[in-house]
């Protein structure tokens, strides 16, 4: 039977991970946590409200769900915080490829949906206003000033208008 060769001193051996590596890799699980109970909160919230929603097949998409709005199917991407820094939640409004991240364009989604866990609160954002961002801050409710997206906060309606866009 073989020795198991040392790793050279100062060097972790392969089978094991650094402790950067190890807490990266919890991060990026509860990030996926985090993605996942969105797009579940997603579904239920969007269904009991009366909206038809389907999950494409495949994760190769820049997009989430397909939503039955109106006479039109709209293309949703969820985006989910739990995290408080500076006053407000921020959300990475942004996809990854394998080389970069980028932000979303009118191309690929038709809508953002963004889920603040703790206070259970949706914000259904226009494409428009989340192309060339790769974050957007959003203040908590009762906050003394109101936030930039504040008139987005469950503007659900947005998914029934014709064009998804109409202001009332």
């Not at 797009?39 to 909206?51: I, R, Y």
């Not at 953002?112 to 703790?118: E, W």
Request: aromatic share 12%.
């Amino acid at each position: 039977m073989r020795r198991p060769r040392l790793a050279p001193p100062g060097r972790i051996p392969a089978s094991e991970k650094s402790p950067a590596q190890k807490a990266a890799s919890q991060r990026g699980h509860l990030i996926r946590f985090y993605g996942d109970l969105g797009e579940a909160a997603f579904l239920h919230k969007a269904t009991s409200l009366g909206f038809m929603v389907a999950r494409p097949w495949r994760n190769i998409y820049g997009y989430d769900f397909i939503v039955e709005g109106g006479h039109n199917l709209l293309r949703l991407q969820v985006k989910t915080t739990s995290s408080i820094s500076d006053g407000s939640y921020r959300v990475c409004v942004r996809r990854t490829t394998r080389t970069s991240t980028l932000a979303y364009n009118e191309s690929e989604v038709d809508f953002i949906a963004v889920y603040i866990i703790p206070e259970d609160t949706w914000y259904i954002l226009p494409v428009r206003e989340v192309v060339n961002h790769q974050a957007l801050r959003f203040r908590p409710k009762g906050h003394r000033r109101p936030g930039p997206y504040d008139h987005y906060r469950e503007a659900w309606h947005l998914l029934r208008e014709p064009d998804g866009l109409v202001f009332g």
